[in-house]
């Protein structure tokens, strides 16, 4: 986080929710008292993601908060030391164990919530979660004669170039021999979703707990540098440097490929920056090949081809699965404790029907 921006802590969260909710006011009205032209750093706020300070303090001022009482301001880390106490330890097996347990909170904070403008609260990520399936050969890679397209317009309900069932992986249990990967999807698929999940496995000891966890919203970060292009070696270092760590130390771990470094929306940064960008990116891979890179992007913005990555693409969701999600959702969602999983199981069947 930069100095010239702030995060809200999770219970001055909460209490802006409350005093929104008391109000009677939306997202897009506060925006609109604060001055700003969309709610996208409204819904930030109350995400627990950064904003810009001159922005955190309006919102805070607005419902009537005292913006230092609820800034989440980093405590200054204790020097990194080995196992024998040695200040400025350069074992890589330190390093990660430090970055792993000073950055937990942040990555717990801006992976938890799910990124959906359904409503202002959000139920946690992890109990909505529903698992995410990848086809090995996405739709642009495909050849199809006429024959299969037209037997696949007699088949399915919506058209589509690739068959729900063949060429079909799961994630965890795939992805752990996967190191360099492009996600492709279609909006809404649950690309972000799936990386803000693994961040969360990831930094729970769930997944590659050898690795340090870094989830970087593209647009985000493009944004907040005023439209200069993201330069990723200079990211981590900061990133490591908030967590009290040496530029030397930094240099360890990507050296060491301790990073797990998820990149979500490069279709969101705009055509101009994007090349420049994916440029940057192909050469970071390069030089710290050992560091393990996942990016997500929508099918049809994907232009640039990253050399040593492979390419998938988001399944679509079958019925058994839609009926998950929308169960979970119902059962994290609903204020009442009774006939929550049968509200679920209605909406679905509702679902159903429509489509036929």
Not at 51 to 80: G, H, M, T, Y
Not at 184 to 205: D, N, S, V
Request: aromatic share 12%; net charge positive; with cysteine.
């Amino acid at each position: 986080m930069s100095n010239r921006s702030l995060s809200a802590t999770d219970d001055g969260i909460e209490t802006a929710k409350n005093i929104l909710a008391s109000k009677g006011w939306t997202q897009e009205y506060l925006a609109g008292e604060v001055g700003l032209s969309s709610r996208q750093s409204i819904w930030k706020f109350l995400s627990g993601r950064p904003v810009s300070r001159q922005i955190f303090k309006e919102i805070c001022f607005k419902l009537n908060l005292d913006w230092e009482n609820i800034a989440d301001f980093p405590d200054k880390p204790d020097p990194v030391t080995d196992f024998e106490g040695t200040p400025n330890s350069l074992k890589v097996s330190d390093l990660v164990a430090t970055m792993r347990a000073r950055s937990k909170d942040m990555i717990i904070t801006h992976c938890k919530v799910l990124h959906s403008s359904f409503e202002v609260s959000q139920p946690p990520l992890e109990q909505i979660y529903t698992s995410t399936h990848f086809y090995t050969e996405p739709s642009y890679q495909r050849w199809l004669e006429v024959s299969d397209l037209e037997s696949a317009l007699g088949k399915t309900d919506t058209f589509r170039l690739s068959s729900p069932h063949s060429n079909t992986v799961f994630d965890l249990e795939w992805l752990t021999k996967q190191d360099k990967l492009v996600i492709l999807g279609k909006p809404g698929a649950g690309k972000t979703t799936f990386l803000q999940y693994l961040a969360l496995q990831c930094i729970r000891k769930k997944y590659r707990r050898d690795l340090i966890p870094c989830f970087i919203q593209l647009r985000t970060q493009w944004e907040e540098n005023e439209q200069e292009v993201i330069s990723l070696k200079r990211y981590l270092g900061n990133y490591c440097k908030i967590h009290g760590l040496s530029y030397q130390q930094t240099k360890v771990l990507l050296e060491a490929g301790s990073f797990l470094i998820l990149l979500d929306g490069l279709d969101e940064v705009p055509n101009k920056y994007r090349e420049r960008l994916c440029k940057e990116l192909q050469l970071f891979s390069r030089k710290f090949y050992n560091n393990t890179i996942i990016i997500t992007s929508r099918n049809a913005a994907q232009q640039f081809h990253f050399q040593s990555f492979n390419y998938v693409e988001v399944a679509d969701f079958g019925e058994k699965r839609i009926k998950e999600f929308a169960e979970k959702w119902f059962l994290a969602t609903s204020k009442k404790n009774i006939r929550r999983e049968r509200k679920g199981t209605t909406i679905f069947s509702t679902t159903q029907s429509s489509r036929k």
